[in-house]
Structure formats: C-alpha cells, structure tokens
C-alpha cells in the first residue's frame, strides 16, 4: 500500500512560479508510475503530467506544455511538478497518483494510490 502526500501549494500572483512535491511511502517508489492531476470544485479531474517509473518518459497535457515540469528523485522517494507562468486558470486542488510499473498514462483510472491534494490559488 503506497501513502502519498502532497505539499507546496499556496497563494502565487499570475506569472509566478511554485513547486508541488509529493512524498512517497509504503512502496518501492522506482517500481511506480507518477502523476499528477487537478481538479476544480464542480469540474472534473484533469490530467497534468506523468513520469513513467524508469524516469524515461514523461507526458503532459497540452494546456501546460512549456510551463510545468514533472520529474522524481527516487533517493528521496519524490515526484515534483515545477509550474512557472502561472496563470488563474490554474488554480486548483493539485493530486499526485501512482501507478506501479505503469505507462506514463493521462488516464485517472490507470493510478491505484492518490494523496489528499494541496490547494493551489493563483491571483490576477
């Protein structure tokens, strides 16, 4: 059973930057597929970007293309969503999911573990 906890959300004006983690625990964290997801109270979960359990791959929705960065250090039992030129449209519960042994996969239902997700507000 793998525990995933987020943290790093909070308030950032539009075009700032801030750093999601998501800490990993109860599992071979390397074995794992990680992505993260956002959702907007009353909207559906949506897709943000995955990192394939080798670290080789990573896939990204299209609306964060060039602004966001996934990546993992696997000493640490961590996976990372780097988000520059935040926009308010951003603005969501931000979750990190796994997946083990999975395909870096934009789908919800391919990830088994989520954390609790950490708020993200950005103003304009």
């Known amino acids: 059973q793998v525990q995933l906890v987020e943290s790093g959300g909070g308030l950032v004006q539009a075009g700032g930057s801030l750093t999601l983690s998501c800490l990993a625990s109860?599992?071979?964290?390397?074995?794992?597929?990680m992505g993260w997801f956002r959702q907007i109270p009353g909207k559906e979960r949506e897709f943000v970007a995955a990192?394939?359990?080798?670290?080789?791959?990573?896939v990204y929705a299209e609306f964060v293309k060039g602004r966001f960065t996934i990546s993992r250090d696997n000493a640490k039992n961590t996976v990372y969503l780097q988000m520059n030129s935040l926009k308010p449209d951003d603005t969501a519960v931000y979750s990190c999911?796994?997946?083990?042994?999975?395909?870096?996969?934009?789908?919800?239902?391919?990830?088994?573990?989520w954390g609790q997700g950490t708020q993200v507000t950005v103003s304009s």
């Open positions: 999911a796994a997946a083990y042994f999975g395909d870096a996969s934009s789908w919800y239902s391919k990830y088994a573990y």
């Open positions: 990192i394939r359990w080798s670290g080789g791959t990573t």
């Open positions: 109860g599992g071979t964290f390397s074995s794992y597929t």
